[in-house]
């Protein structure tokens, strides 16, 4: 079975979205699938054609080029085009996987008519839409391709675990883009909340402030004189970022919208406490009170509120932190619990079974 695998990013710390398409690439080739990954952005990583120069027909040449039995799109806009046209020609299946919220965000006439034509033409021609979030299905009440899929982390990660919970100080975390929809200004005011009763409050930032909010991120800490209380450390890789999970107490995941959020299960499967804003697909992670604090999105006061309780009740943080890690352990695993499932489909599809 020969699969294609198309995406516009294949670098880690991309997105949720990107970091299942790699693990999905290394779990298909370590059951012996023959796969090639098309994408078209970044630098050559293993077996993959890397496009960027007049990129709808190049990419749809390389995959038709390959002929591949199946073709599963993990992208955008010319990438599902892409994918499509070369599903036509060689008459195979596509599989889908948007990413993130890309068919509800039409800012310009060009992807308003993409749009009507990715619902009118492409998803009813694919075999299977895998979605993260039961949210996105209303978006999708003609047809019954779709399929519920979480994403999930590499069981070599799991051997990273937290041993040590806090008595005194308690280190704060957030990782992922510095973005205002992200909620990062939420999390700066809640910290301006807390400093009032705990002045031993700091945070480790682990990501990079997106550039067109720079300045006004940047000086929104500054104007309300919290910024000492952020220690921003850019983007790092991996096993660094597993190291901040490792040494510190509390995840914040204070976003207003997610795909699926990566970094809330690799900090639970670290044993590590979360709070999280209460977006649909952070609700279906977390169980409130049992592995983790879910707060209003886009409420600063009640999220203070949660990190407080923490505070006053330390032993919740090493209690929600064993839950939340038994629980990804049980759920999330890729190599158990998603990578299986998607075998299975595509081995059904080459059977003609779905």
């Not at 990583?45 to 749809?60: A, E, P, R, Y």
């Not at 799991?158 to 909620?183: A, F, H, Q």
């Not at 200004?185 to 301006?192: F, Q, S």
Request: glycine residues 4%; positive net charge.
């Amino acid at each position: 079975m020969r699969i294609a695998l198309v995406t516009k990013y294949f670098l880690p710390m991309r997105s949720g979205s990107v970091n299942f398409l790699i693990q999905l690439n290394e779990y298909l080739n370590k059951n012996s699938e023959s796969v090639k990954v098309f994408y078209m952005n970044g630098d050559v990583i293993n077996d993959v054609t890397v496009i960027k120069k007049n990129k709808l027909f190049s990419l749809t040449s390389a995959i038709v080029t390959y002929k591949p039995d199946i073709i599963h799109v993990n992208a955008v806009w010319e990438h599902i085009l892409a994918a499509y046209i070369a599903a036509k020609l060689l008459k195979v299946p596509l599989v889908l996987r948007p990413a993130g919220t890309f068919q509800f965000q039409s800012s310009t006439i060009m992807r308003k008519l993409f749009n009507k034509f990715y619902f009118s033409i492409i998803a009813k021609y694919a075999k299977i839409i895998y979605l993260f979030s039961p949210g996105e299905k209303e978006f999708y009440t003609w047809t019954n391709n779709i399929k519920l899929i979480v994403n999930g982390i590499d069981s070599e990660k799991m051997t990273e675990y937290k041993t040590v919970y806090p008595d005194n100080s308690i280190k704060l975390l957030y990782v992922g883009n510095i973005k205002i929809n992200k909620g990062f200004l939420i999390l700066a005011d809640a910290v301006k909340l807390l400093i009032k009763d705990y002045n031993d409050i700091s945070i480790d930032v682990v990501g990079n402030i997106e550039e067109s909010e720079r300045k006004s991120i940047t000086q929104y800490l500054v104007d309300n004189e919290i910024i000492q209380y952020f220690k921003l450390h850019g983007r790092k890789d991996k096993s660094e970022v597993y190291r901040f999970y490792k040494n510190t107490d509390i995840l914040i995941s204070p976003s207003l919208s997610e795909g699926f959020p990566n970094v809330l299960i690799e900090a639970m499967g670290t044993g590590m406490c979360v709070v999280a804003s209460d977006i649909e697909i952070n609700s279906l992670i977390i169980e409130n009170m049992v592995d983790g604090l879910i707060f209003s999105r886009n409420d600063h006061s009640d999220l203070a509120e949660k990190v407080s309780t923490l505070y006053k009740n330390r032993q919740l943080i090493k209690q929600f932190g064993i839950k939340a890690r038994e629980k990804v352990l049980a759920k999330y695993v890729f190599e158990n619990n998603v990578g299986p499932v998607i075998l299975n489909d595509y081995r059904k599809l080459m059977e003609n079974d779905i």
